[in-house]
């Protein structure tokens, strides 16, 4: 099966503007997590949609936000992009079942530059 | 969450066997250990994931002792391709899918 999905695969923004990521997540799959992954600051965690609701989120400023549609595609969406945001994003989805520690399939990233 | 604490690289030649051990001496009853392996500009990707004693599949071994303060990621006769970042993740999954990396291990195999 298809595995996840996002695009774009290369994105170069200029400071100030906004940018929309997208993750189609792997058929069946209703959890959806976004990761920001810098050289300085490793792999951390943005936000987690399921069904169309955002579970957790972490800790990352009003800018990031993000949301889920009916059919578990995924957006995240960056206002006023500084630098410091250029980062690889990555999208990950689960069959997420209450009580277990499911496996995430990651997607192969969107690599953001802010010039 | 329960921190964890890997070394942060570690060498290796092809054909040889490598231990990743991680620590995690605050983990809780209801955690899993997982193991991700990620390669440079891509997603990680799920090796193995376990409670305690000795899982194994086709690419892995993971022995956790009974304290399960600690684990060991064990991949067998590595080739050059298995040259990749290796994280370590505790939790339970309860919350939903919130994966805290941490540093993860650099391994490099040598030919």
């Known amino acids: 099966k298809a595995g996840v999905t996002q695009t774009p695969r290369y994105l170069i923004k200029t400071r100030g503007q906004q940018v929309t990521l997208s993750c189609s997540p792997i058929?069946?799959?209703?959890?959806v997590s976004w990761y920001q992954q810098t050289p300085g600051q490793g792999l951390q965690f943005l936000f987690e949609y399921f069904s169309e609701t955002q579970r957790n989120k972490g800790n990352f400023p009003g800018r990031f936000s993000g949301r889920q549609f009916s059919n578990s595609r995924s957006e995240m969406n960056v206002s006023t992009l500084e630098l410091g945001d250029s980062a690889l994003y990555l999208c990950?989805?689960?069959?997420?079942?209450?009580?277990?520690?499911?496996?995430?399939?990651f997607g192969q990233g969107t690599r953001l530059t802010v010039v | 969450l329960a921190k964890t604490t890997q070394p942060i690289s570690m060498d290796s030649y092809e054909g040889q066997e490598v231990n990743i051990t991680c620590s995690h001496n605050?983990?809780?009853?209801?955690?899993?250990i997982t193991w991700y392996q990620q390669f440079p500009s891509q997603g990680p990707r799920f090796i193995i994931q376990?409670?305690?004693t000795k899982v194994t599949n086709e690419v892995a071994s993971l022995f956790i002792p009974a304290d399960r303060k600690s684990s060991t990621l064990s991949l067998p006769r590595v080739s050059l391709s298995d040259t990749a970042v290796y994280y370590c993740?505790?939790?339970?999954?309860?919350?939903?899918?919130?994966?805290?990396f941490g540093g993860g291990t650099r391994v490099l195999v040598k030919p």
């Open positions: 990950a989805s689960s069959f997420w079942t209450a009580g277990m520690n499911t496996e995430a399939f």
């Open positions: 993740l505790v939790g339970d999954g309860a919350a939903g899918n919130k994966l805290t």
């Open positions: 605050n983990i809780a009853t209801n955690d899993y």
């Open positions: 376990g409670y305690k």
């Open positions: 058929s069946g799959h209703r959890s």
